[in-house]
Structures are given as C-alpha cells and as structure tokens.
C-alpha cells in the first residue's frame, strides 16, 4: 500500500499515526507504521501527530502541513465570552466590504468541520448592489405570492411585508453590501449539506474579529428551495449546484452594549439500562 511513506530513520515506532487514523488504515508493523489499506478521509492526522515529522500521506503533503506551535488557545472565561457574545446584526452601514476581506474571511470559514472531512462546499458571493436589490425585489415579489397562497410563512411574511409596505426598507437582505451563499454539487449525499451551513458558522464567529457583522438570511435560502424562478435567474447557477446556506454580511451600524440572556439549559444524562432484563 502506497497511503503512507515513512522515513525509517527519523520514526521511533510510538504508533499515534496508528492510533489516530479514523478509518483504521495504519497499523504497527515489526519495522513500524504500515498501510492495510487505502481508505483514506484525507483528515491529515496520521501526519500531523507525528513528533518526529517520519511520516508523509500521499494524499496531504508534509510539506504542506502548517506547524502549530504558536497557536493560541483561548482561556475558559475568554472563549465562553467571545460565543456568548456573538449577535445577529441586522443593520448595516452603506460602506462596500474590500473583497480582499472577504476572501480573509472565507479562508478561514473553509476550515470548518465537515461530515467525513467530505468539504465540497463553494462560496457564491453577491457585493453588486444593483444585483442585491433585484435579490431583494424578487424575494418580495415570492413572499407576497406565498401570503396569497396561505403557506407555512404567510403569517411571519405577512408582518415582514407590512413592514416593507408602510416604511420602504428593506426587510430581506437588510442593505447589507454582501451577500455570502454556500454551494454544493447536487449529487453530493444530502448528509454531507450541512457542511456549508458549518463553514457559515465559522465565518460568522470570525467575522467580528474584521470588524464586520452577519446574520443569517433564511428567507433567501427558503426562496431558492421552493424553485422561485426570478430569484434562481437572478443567481444564474448551474444546475447541478444546490444552495446550502446564506449569511449578510457587512459593518455594523452599531454597537450592541449588552449580552442578552437565552432560555435555560435543558439538558438529560442517559441512564445505565440493563438491557438483558
């Protein structure tokens, strides 16, 4: 099996490439780590956990790997603070996001988890306003169609178009300058769409540390769902493509002075069941 190449003379034989491997591919040998198989999820691990840099992946490059030894782990109290602390910011200022920024912020958002380290997400990004303003109008255009229609949104569209109908703003993508959208192959196993909503996620808990603020657009992402033909025009996606997700995203109008509190914790231990009587 050519999964693993190892360099004898650096390898002391500790086994965590063994012990590490998700898949179960790398097992120790009288003359060290050896491949039974090529299943391989592409996690990277077997290389990184080494302490001596002896192994190498054919599929994840030594040389590409990034060392760790200078990151930081946040305290308890800091980190607890810093995600209670994460808020939906609905109003923007009208300044244009440098797509230089942007893509600082998906670099980072990309690293998030996926189910069996499957990725496959891709980013569609929306920063022209006329652009975001035909978005806006065509989601208008289905929520009052839907309203007539008496869906499971009309309650919650109908106050949302009230709102539009006596003020004039905007009460879709709320202004924002961007739009972020994630994308996946159709064909890729429904499980695994849930991986650009994680990246989102990512991209929502970093987005504060570049001075930016988002929230998660659903309206948009149940427009697309149901097939709404001028909002799909607008996108021009190939057809194979499915949305997985959306966030707004851009400057905070201002600033929230005050931690808001959520519903308790609920939360139940498994009990020990004898399931033999």
């Known amino acids: 099996m050519r999964l693993i190449n190892v360099n004898n003379e650096k390898c002391i034989k500790c086994g965590l490439c063994s012990n590490v491997c998700p898949m ?9 780590p050896q491949a039974i198989s090529e299943m391989c999820v592409k996690c990277g691990h077997c290389v990184a956990v080494c302490p001596r840099e002896a192994l190498d992946n054919v599929n994840l490059s030594l040389d590409n790997q990034i060392p760790l030894e200078n990151t930081q782990t946040l305290d308890a109290d800091t980190a607890a603070g810093f995600l209670k602390s994460r808020r939906s910011i609905r109003n923007y200022k009208k300044t244009v996001i440098p797509r230089e920024k942007i893509l600082q912020l998906l670099d980072v958002a990309r690293f998030a988890q996926t189910s069996a380290n499957s990725q496959g997400t891709a980013y569609h990004v929306v920063d022209d306003a006329n652009t975001l303003r035909n978005i806006t109008n065509a989601i208008i255009s289905w929520a009052e169609e839907e309203i007539k229609k008496e869906s499971e949104f009309s309650s919650f569209l109908t106050t949302m178009m009230d709102f539009y109908h006596k003020t004039g703003e905007d009460p879709i993508l709320r202004n924002a300058p ?5 994308t996946m192959n159709k064909d890729m196993p429904s499980s695994f769409k849930e991986n650009g909503r994680f990246s989102l996620v990512y991209a929502e808990l970093y987005a504060p540390s570049l001075g930016l603020g988002s929230c998660w657009c659903g309206i948009f992402e149940a427009c697309f769902i149901s097939g709404y033909k001028p909002l799909l025009s607008l996108l021009n996606l190939p057809e194979n493509i499915d949305v997985t997700g959306a966030i707004l995203l851009g400057y905070p109008n201002y600033k929230l002075r005050r931690l808001v509190e959520r519903d308790p914790l609920r939360i139940t231990w498994q009990k020990s069941i004898d399931i033999n009587n």
């Open 24 to 32: 179960n591919s790398i097992v120790m040998g009288d003359n060290g």
């Open 178 to 182: 961007c739009l972020v959208i994630t």
